[in-house]
């Protein structure tokens, strides 16, 4: 009878080096033994991993507990067993945190539906159950204050405070761009934020929501989800003053019947300025009215007599505030 202990023994001992061996592999190795369901690496099966994880998330299991005991990374860094081991690209590349060749790249594929990030990385996108796995770099917040979902995130000055608004507007534009000939980024800074440029100043800043309807948020109908590579246009108040019916020629490039440039009486209402060849002629008094504007106007050039609030007497716009700001101010 003693003689069965030791074998005994060693039989247990057997399986259960065989049960750890099983659990360094997730499918079973060759042993055979799983931690995991027989399924859960069958897409067609109830037990298939992709929906544990999905069905979790919907019960606000953000951290995946029972699947970090051996999906995470020991204190050493080591990795046990992440997504990357058996999936290249899915849900990223391990290369996401390279800003040029993959992160911006990711959201441009998944057209910037910023939002599916928190899926995983949480609500708060502080890191949500990839943190639980001891990944690094997994907190969005840590570069994105105070939220990937800011303005300036997908076009504009990634780097200015998301709170001023005037840098929403590229450049750089979806695509990276800076360089006014891409029609993603043209006019754009001369319209909401001339005083940074050195060049002179007509008026302005303007509103984004001259030329757009602002989303109350990156998921708000119509900003990101139609599939389209490029915003919508809506007028504002200024664009529109004096009954002028703006219109927009995308393939051209250019607009036309615009209050601001001069699309009111006395202007040049034929002046359809170009968005991407800016080659200076908006900047010239007399490009979208007459100096003086003819018709109805006294003939007499020295505007500063009548607005020198406006402009001093050699025509230079000294408070752009004033000028293109839908009203004609006088002394």
């Known amino acids: 009878m003693k003689l069965w202990l030791p074998l005994l023994s060693m039989a247990a001992l057997?399986?259960?080096l065989a049960l750890f061996a099983g659990c360094s592999d997730p499918t079973g190795g060759d042993q055979g033994i799983s931690p995991h369901p027989e399924g859960f690496a069958d897409p067609q099966s109830p037990d298939f991993h992709g929906d544990v994880v999905w069905d979790r998330l919907a019960e606000d299991d953000t951290t995946l507990s029972t699947c970090s005991g051996c999906h995470r990374r020991t204190e050493n860094s080591e990795v046990i067993w992440d997504c990357w081991t058996c999936h290249a690209e899915y849900p990223h590349t391990n290369q996401i945190t390279n800003y040029g060749a993959e992160h911006g790249g990711i959201l441009r594929t998944i057209n910037y539906r910023v939002w599916e990030c928190a899926d995983c990385h949480g609500a708060d996108y502080a890191g949500g159950?990839?943190?639980?796995?001891?990944?690094?770099?997994?907190?969005?917040?840590?570069c994105h204050q105070p939220t990937p979902e800011a303005c300036n995130t997908c076009h504009g000055v990634y780097t200015a405070d998301p709170a001023d608004t005037a840098y929403w507007a590229?450049?750089?534009?979806?695509?990276?761009?800076?360089?006014?000939?891409?029609?993603?980024?043209?006019a754009h800074i001369y319209h909401v934020r001339p005083q940074t440029l050195?060049?002179?100043v007509l008026g302005g800043p303007y509103s984004c929501s001259e030329c757009h309807v602002l989303p109350?948020?990156?998921?708000?109908?119509?900003?990101?989800?139609?599939?389209?590579?490029?915003?919508?246009?809506?007028w504002g108040p200024i664009a529109t003053d004096a009954n002028a019916n703006p219109s927009w020629d995308r393939e051209a490039a250019t607009c036309s019947n615009v209050y601001c440039h001069g699309e009111f009486d006395l202007g040049h209402q034929d002046n359809d300025p170009s968005w991407i060849a800016l080659?200076?002629?908006?900047?010239?008094?007399?490009?979208?009215?007459?100096?003086?504007?003819?018709?109805?106007?006294?003939?007499?050039?020295?505007?500063?007599?009548?607005?020198?609030?406006?402009?001093?007497?050699?025509?230079?716009?000294?408070?752009?505030?004033?000028h293109v700001n839908g009203r004609v101010n006088f002394n």
């Open 279 to 322: 080659e200076g002629t908006q900047l010239q008094c007399g490009a979208c009215h007459g100096m003086p504007p003819e018709e109805n106007h006294p003939d007499d050039d020295d505007c500063n007599e009548c607005h020198g609030t406006v402009v001093d007497a050699g025509f230079e716009i000294i408070n752009p505030t004033l």
């Open 14 to 16: 057997a399986a259960l």
């Open 198 to 200: 050195n060049r002179p």
């Open 216 to 234: 109350d948020s990156v998921d708000a109908p119509g900003h990101v989800d139609d599939g389209t590579p490029f915003a919508d246009l809506s």
């Open 129 to 142: 159950m990839v943190a639980s796995l001891g990944l690094s770099q997994v907190a969005c917040v840590d």
């Open 170 to 186: 590229p450049p750089k534009d979806l695509t990276q761009h800076v360089d006014p000939s891409f029609i993603g980024v043209g």
